[in-house]
């Protein structure tokens, strides 16, 4: 099993979903996790609770990363505590989902603001320590919406697709300093984002016939933390989706 002992891994949006079942997956195999969330105080500190039990260590920071100074702040407090900063797996997100014509410009803008315009801000913090210890890893969680749309969902897959453009390019810009920048593009996978939905059509498009799990996400996202194979991989994006999407 691979391992981050002694290494800090920042994990946004965390206290529940994808989110957390990558804090746990990285907390087991030593690192030291940085629990963001927004709102749900009691369900991150729950979670510190439980990487503890899992032989890690976890700290619950409370931080709306679509926010310049909550970035700063978020940075901060991990570099104050720890000191280094190895892993970011940029998670928080949210929907709003309408059609296009329907599209208020409110719920189009909140929307890219924390799923494309966070990811940016996280981003140029971890990358900033990062440089400085000439060596990180950084996993952007997008859909596979941003690669192929989706009806309703304009603001969603526009900042999906928006954390692909940037991942690569940040690949590019980190690559010497030896920083390997990643994005995880999930398909429908049981979260409270997805469970008011029909499942009927949505498994009609899956070759697997089934939807994804957040730990099978997790799996991926610790392969690419944490495993000394995933060190020249850089500038990619990994469906993980069922075969939903084939290109």
């Not at 280094?84 to 998670?91: A, E, M, S």
Request: charged share 15%; aromatic share 4%.
């Amino acid at each position: 099993m691979p391992s981050l002992d002694n290494q800090v891994a920042v994990v946004t949006g965390a206290s529940r979903g994808i989110g957390r079942a990558v804090a746990l997956h990285l907390g087991a195999i030593g690192a030291k996790v940085v629990v963001n969330y927004a709102r749900s105080a009691a369900e991150a500190e729950s979670l510190v609770q439980e990487i503890a039990a899992l032989g890690g260590e976890g700290m619950a920071v409370a931080a709306d990363v679509s926010q310049p100074s909550a970035v700063e702040q978020l940075f901060e407090q991990v570099m104050e505590r720890w000191g280094r900063v190895d892993v970011l797996v940029n998670n928080a997100g949210m929907a709003r989902d309408t059609l296009l014509l329907r599209m208020k410009p409110e719920d189009w803008q909140v929307v890219l603001d924390l799923n494309l315009t966070g990811v940016f801000l996280c981003l140029k913090a971890a990358a900033k320590i990062m440089v400085k210890q000439r060596q990180g890893r950084i996993i952007n969680i997008t859909s596979v919406v941003g690669l192929v749309g989706n009806p309703g969902q304009a603001n969603y897959s526009a900042a999906k697709a928006g954390v692909i453009g940037l991942t690569k390019t940040a690949a590019r810009e980190l690559a010497s300093r030896n920083i390997t920048v990643n994005a995880v593009a999930p398909g429908f996978i049981t979260t409270q984002m997805t469970e008011k939905l029909d499942p009927g059509p949505i498994l009609a498009q899956i070759p697997l016939g089934r939807l994804g799990s957040p730990a099978e996400v997790a799996g991926l996202v610790r392969f690419l933390a944490a495993d000394p194979a995933a060190a020249y991989i850089t500038g990619q994006v990994f469906a993980i989706d069922g075969g939903m999407v084939m290109s």
